[in-house]
């Protein structure tokens, strides 16, 4: 049994070679190399405009005057160095805290270890086994669907693949036994895709088919979201780099490379290198396959969907699609759903993806639950470029849904928020007790996930990004606001 490694850290954004690549497909950028970041030179940062003596910057812009921009420059710099410095004891730390749980449920916890050690029969819990469960997995433990939302009901699909981005955290085998035996739909696939400028498998999603709904088939596509203790993960979030793509806008660098993003190339329509079985991209595996499923059946339809960062890369999916003129996926594209989802692009970027979806009828639902702190990053002022686009399907602490242009405190920072974040981390704790008897057992939260909420209190924002309120929302949030016929030309626009 191994435990995931911390490399790929010091070769995102950051080697040599990508210095000399990015001017291939975009002519505007700005990518950093914490790598080569000495303090000393990132105290020069903030009280120097010229970015041509930062050997940790590669700009296409030799001159940053806005200090705000250098200070979150210099600020996420610090952060990914820190996160290389502690990759791999982050993953130990991760792969020892997961067996652990594993270890406690297999032998139905403390009292069980005893008396299965006194039995000579203690069970060792094995990862790829599909009783292995993730940190995630263990914070929500539902796997069973909502016995009261049907098929065709109109919030069918948004509660569908909330479940799905949850069960994407899971291991190959499980997220099989799953959509085979408990949702008794089709396991099309799982796939760990390659990134090239990590140089390892650090992309994961599954795809599954359900047969369920109207007269078509329809087909899930979902992204994996941030591991707990992946610090290639938590790079791709905090790294602020962009490329400036023409006609389109300025986009998210990390996130773009874990859908697929090559070296010297961007994103070609068609991919030419040989060793693509044994290192698939996300994004042109993804194309081939959906493709193939759509040509076998004209009623066949798909949505893409995640949580977290597998959220970011539900929406950079049909961006490329739109980018490469995929017609016929686009066509077929029924919606993209999105729960605590971060900025992903500029204003132009938002524009041109809410064109499209206009176009090709494609319904985007981006949820955010409470003070979740990841759809408020990055930052949107005038420092930074990135913006949300589309209407924010907002759940309040009781679930209850509103349609924002933006969440509440967009930028998560602020003196008022921070006193009303901990007064609802405080209400969060106490409805943790009451919920299961209020809701049904169900709804009851685990001792792992208490904890996590007390430390809501330290930071705001972070137990509200977990799944299980995501859950909630989806099934217990108002759908009639939601789902409701479009009023407004901008409500067109997204319905």
């Not at 610090?231 to 023409?246: M, N, P, V």
């Not at 490329?320 to 132009?348: N, S, W």
């Not at 299980?468 to 606001?481: A, F, K, M, W």
Request: charged share 25%; glycine share 8%; with cysteine.
């Amino acid at each position: 049994m191994e435990f995931p490694q911390g490399k790929g850290v010091l070769e995102r954004v950051i080697g040599s070679d990508e210095c000399n690549c990015n001017k291939g497909f975009s002519s505007s950028y700005m990518l950093m190399k914490p790598q080569e970041a000495k303090i000393s030179d990132l105290g020069r940062l903030l009280f120097s405009s010229n970015l041509n003596k930062r050997k940790f910057l590669d700009s296409s812009h030799p001159k940053e005057f806005n200090f705000w921009h250098r200070f979150f420059i210099f600020l996420s710099i610090i952060i990914l160095k820190l996160l290389q410095v502690f990759a791999t004891p982050l993953a130990f730390f991760g792969f020892c805290f997961e067996f652990w749980l594993n270890f406690l449920s297999t032998n139905d916890g403390f009292s069980g270890i005893l008396l299965n050690i006194l039995r000579l029969k203690l069970k060792i819990p094995e990862s790829s086994s599909a009783e292995y469960l993730s940190v995630i997995g263990h914070l929500d433990g539902r796997i069973m669907l909502d016995k009261d939302i049907k098929p065709g009901d109109v919030n069918y699909f948004g509660a569908l693949c909330m479940m799905a981005s949850k069960l994407a955290y899971e291991n190959q085998a499980r997220v099989k036994l799953v959509v085979n035996d408990v949702w008794k739909m089709e396991f099309l696939g799982f796939f760990n895709f390659w990134n090239e400028y990590e140089e390892k498998c650090s992309t994961q999603a599954f795809m599954m088919r359900d047969t369920k709904v109207g007269h078509h088939d329809t087909i899930i596509v979902s992204f994996r979201g941030t591991e707990p203790f992946n610090a290639d993960d938590w790079s791709s979030d905090f790294d602020i780099s962009w490329y400036e793509i023409k006609g389109v806008g300025k986009i998210h660098g990390g996130f773009m490379k874990a859908l697929g993003l090559q070296k010297s190339k961007g994103w070609p329509k068609k991919i030419e290198r040989q060793d693509h079985e044994r290192r698939p991209l996300a994004y042109y595996t993804l194309r081939k396959r959906l493709k193939e499923l759509v040509k076998e059946n004209e009623r066949t339809r798909f949505v893409v969907t995640g949580h977290s960062l597998g959220g970011a890369l539900a929406v950079l999916f049909p961006f490329i699609l739109a980018f490469h003129d995929q017609k016929l996926l686009l066509e077929r594209l029924e919606g993209v759903y999105t729960f605590g989802q971060p900025r992903v692009g500029d204003h132009k970027f938002g524009e041109f993806m809410l064109k499209t979806f206009s176009r090709y009828k494609i319904r985007y639902y981006r949820f955010v639950y409470g003070f979740d702190m990841v759809p408020r990053l990055p930052l949107d002022d005038k420092a930074l470029m990135f913006k949300h686009f589309g209407r924010c399907i907002y759940f309040d602490l009781n679930y209850v849904a509103k349609i924002l242009e933006e969440e509440p405190f967009k930028n998560y920072f602020s003196i008022v928020g921070e006193v009303v974040m901990r007064i609802q981390a405080c209400l969060e704790i106490g409805r943790s007790f009451t919920i299961g008897w209020i809701r049904g057992k169900e709804y009851e939260e685990r001792v792992l996930l208490r904890l996590v909420r007390l430390f809501g209190l330290v930071l705001p924002g972070v137990p509200a990004h977990c799944p299980q309120d995501y859950v909630n929302s989806t099934r217990l949030g108002s759908t009639d606001i939601i789902f409701s016929p479009p009023k407004t030309e901008y409500d067109v626009k997204i319905q």
